[in-house]
């Protein structure tokens, strides 16, 4: 039986970047860093979630922002918030690159899209809490 999610991969050109964009940036924790036989294994988390993300480095694959305007689907990573609009000043005053000016609301919540240092899109949601009858 499949019991969690250990890993989700996030293609990038240069780890040292990526790895300083996600944990100074995004203020996410670094996980394990090693050389492995196929390169070096280097993840990062939300701090207190076992789920891990591999900063795998494949030149060919990272990014691929391609074309412009918004893509319709969501970025290959997801992040949840319990207070989104808080986070992202914290975020933008750390260099972080966002699609637009400010977190946008939604009927499921609220959500903004923010992008690495290769074009990946990383994006932000805080879901809307229930009402209470």
Do not use: C
């Amino acid at each position: 039986m499949l019991t969690t999610i250990m890993y989700t991969t996030v293609y990038v050109t240069d780890q040292d970047r990526a790895l300083a964009f996600y944990t100074e940036g995004l203020g996410l924790e670094k996980r394990a860093d090693y050389a492995g036989p196929d390169g070096r294994f280097l993840t990062v988390g939300v701090p207190g979630s076992p789920v891990q993300i591999l900063l795998w480095s494949h030149a060919a694959a990272a990014g691929r922002p391609g074309g412009t305007g918004r893509p319709a689907a969501p970025g290959p990573l997801i992040l949840e918030s319990d207070d989104l609009r808080k986070d992202f000043e914290i975020m933008r005053g750390r260099g972080v690159t966002f699609d637009e000016g400010e977190p946008v609301d939604y009927p499921f919540g609220v959500r903004i899209e923010a992008v690495d240092p290769d074009g990946n899109r990383v994006s932000l949601r805080q879901p809307r809490k229930p009402r209470r009858s």
